[in-house]
């Protein structure tokens, strides 16, 4: 079992130098002067290849002959296809957590045990820690998942992750421990979001992925700008699963740029978007500050406050001078 793009090895039945391999499903005929034949699967088409891997023996056959004996063991490659949306998942962390699960099968060996059709050896694979962790442990969610992948990788399918960020409705169930923790909050408006990371062939969802194995950046909404005459600030929560629900940190957990709240995670399920508006207070409309505050000039209040207040210090220095020099003279 290899992913499309990966390199396969093939080895003979012997420890004799291999003399090629056929692709007996593609009529696809390879060389070697190995013991080990390494065969790049960009171009092969997903699903099962038969190969005939073979020594010969040409010690004494005369030239243009065919060898006196030829050596053939045969075996099976199954090519599979992970793909995502690289505009969205860049490092490919949704296919990774899939190919990390599926290479500890193989280093295991239990990838032909994955591609059988007897249940009881994919229920073994579903109950593994690292299975549930991935697909879940709810109502046979793993084992769901595990057969619906094996089935894609025989029949030769393309898997696929896709994010989901779907804003939740009046029709939605929020966990009651996350809408008492906001509760305690002082808020203008919350937003509910439902972020999950779908596995899908031909269209349909065929399983969740519940945990990666790094985290991933995902566009969670717009960072709305409040009526005139407020600041706005914005608290995101998660909920996942049975745990209590969190207050992320921003400039870690998420964060805000260019107008866009993105959350950074590696575990997914539902997001809470918090905002509180808050009035600005005036600026008082009395002497030099209300000039100030009026001005048209273009210049901030702070730097026209400044300003004027140099000019009225001025003044008063030149006064104190002047005065100073008439008592002098008298």
């Not at 003399?19 to 099962?48: K, R």
């Amino acid at each position: 079992m290899v992913r499309k793009g990966e390199k396969v090895n093939l080895t003979g039945s012997s420890a004799w130098t291999l003399s090629g391999a056929t692709d007996t499903t593609t009529e696809t005929n390879y060389t070697s002067e190995s013991t080990e034949l390494e065969i790049d699967t960009t171009d092969f088409a997903v699903g099962e290849h038969e190969f005939e891997i073979f020594h010969d023996f040409n010690e004494f056959a005369r030239e243009g002959e065919s060898p006196v004996r030829r050596l053939v063991k045969r075996t099976n490659v199954v090519v599979y296809e992970l793909k995502t949306d690289e505009t969205v998942d860049p490092a490919g962390a949704t296919t990774g957590a899939i190919q990390d699960f599926l290479d500890t099968l193989s280093e295991e060996g239990l990838a032909e045990a994955l591609l059988e059709s007897r249940s009881f050896r994919l229920r073994q694979i579903a109950n593994r820690d690292d299975a549930q962790a991935l697909f879940g442990t709810n109502d046979n969610e793993a084992f769901n998942a595990i057969k619906a992948l094996r089935d894609a990788i025989n029949d030769g399918e393309t898997i696929e992750t896709v994010v989901s960020v779907r804003e939740l409705g009046e029709d939605d169930v929020v966990d009651e421990r996350l809408e008492n923790l906001i509760a305690l909050m002082t808020v203008t408006g919350v937003r509910y979001f439902d972020v999950s990371i779908l596995v899908k062939v031909n269209g349909e969802t065929i399983a969740y992925l519940h945990t990666l194995n790094e985290p991933l950046t995902v566009y969670l909404a717009d960072a709305e700008a409040p009526a005139p005459g407020y600041t706005r600030e914005y608290v995101v929560l998660t909920q996942h699963g049975d745990e209590d629900p969190v207050i992320l940190e921003e400039g870690t957990d998420f964060f805000i740029i260019g107008g866009k709240i993105y959350i950074v995670s590696s575990v997914f399920s539902t997001y809470s978007l918090v905002y509180n508006d808050t009035l600005i207070p005036e600026v008082p409309d009395t002497g030099v500050f209300a000039m100030a505050a009026n001005s048209e000039d273009g210049a901030t209040t702070s730097s026209i406050v400044t300003a004027m207040l140099v000019v009225t210090v001025s003044a008063i220095i030149a006064l104190v001078g002047a005065v100073k020099y008439c008592t002098r003279k008298h």
